[in-house]
DNA sequence: TTTTATGT
């Protein structure tokens, strides 16, 4: 008899809970994408659900977003908008910091010794420049850092950051960027090639967008191993070849014929590469 | 005014 009553009491209450849970999780749900609306364009890479590897979650920075991964101990992506609207002076660096959203411990000193650059994906000055302090300091977390080597990350890479923000953006008035690593093909040789926990990519990616009623793109792919001053436009590629490689579907809010147009082969026409192609690094 | 590591 009693024993009834409390069990009815019990399922009540149990469905209250899910009740509110999902409606808080929907509100919760659709104020982050709200959020995240704002930082990108035609909406965030998203995965191929046969992929594990590269299955992620979305970690929210001021002025970037960044797809983290549990497995690789990695962000397969970053995000983030630029404008032609850049701050005359810019803070100074600061220190790189611990990430706590990433469970898997990622120090700010775990690259000491290892031969490799604490690499920024969302870049430093851009950031600075484009989104002020709070970004900056956000592009400094570990969760925005790939092992790279020296001479990719302070030459060919910088090359590249350069070029986009004295270049492309001026060109453009508004340009996404998306930013990532790319991991050899087979996974077991990822499992103990890490700095401390987080994977060391064999290469890296950068796709820009000019967003707009007909888009305009062009991408990147760089590998660790180079010299430093080749020529940018050696490295082009589609989109389609990363999408292929990381196994990811960038701006998956863009319609079929216009991701088609967009993604599938080399359309270098309009950039200006060659303006900017051969330019010296800053730190030869 | 654009990158980093250095048992400094």
């Known amino acids: 008899m009693k024993k009834r009553m409390v069990w009815r009491r019990l399922r ?52 970037f977003l960044v797809g983290w991964s549990d497995v690789r101990v990695s962000p397969l992506w970053v995000s983030y908008l630029l404008h032609d609207d850049k701050r005359s002076r810019i803070a100074e660096r600061p ?71 004295d270049h492309f953006v001026p060109r453009f008035d508004q340009l996404l960027v998306i930013t990532g690593p790319i991991f050899h093909d087979d996974f077991s040789r990822g499992v103990l090639n890490r700095v401390g926990f987080v994977e060391i990519p064999e290469a890296f990616y950068k796709i820009l967008v000019v967003p707009g009623e007909t888009p305009r793109g062009l991408a990147f792919m760089m590998p660790q191993d180079v010299k430093g001053d080749e020529p940018l436009d050696d490295f082009l590629v589609s989109i389609d070849e990363i999408e292929a490689r990381t196994g990811l579907d960038f701006l998956p809010a863009l319609n079929a014929e216009q991701q088609q147009r967009l993604e599938s082969r080399i359309r270098t026409e309009g950039w200006g590469l060659e303006q900017v ?7 030869e």
């Open 12 to 63: 009540r209450q149990v469905g209250i809970g899910l009740v509110f849970a999902t409606v808080a999780g929907g509100l919760w749900y659709f104020q982050e994408s709200e959020y995240r609306d704002r930082l990108t364009w035609k909406g965030t890479p998203e995965w191929d659900s046969m992929a594990p590897l590269s299955w992620h979650r979305v970690l929210r920075n001021d002025g």
């Open 277 to 283: 192609a051969d330019l010296p690094g800053r730190y």
């Open 95 to 165: 220190d790189f910091q611990r990430d706590w959203r990433t469970i898997w411990p990622v120090q700010p000193t775990g690259y000491r010794g290892s031969g490799y650059d604490r690499g920024h994906l969302a870049p430093n000055y851009a950031l600075a420049a484009v989104h002020g302090r709070d970004a900056q300091q956000a592009s400094f977390l570990m969760s925005n850092i790939t092992p790279q080597r020296p001479d990719l990350n302070r030459r060919l890479w910088q090359r590249l950051e350069e070029a986009v923000m």
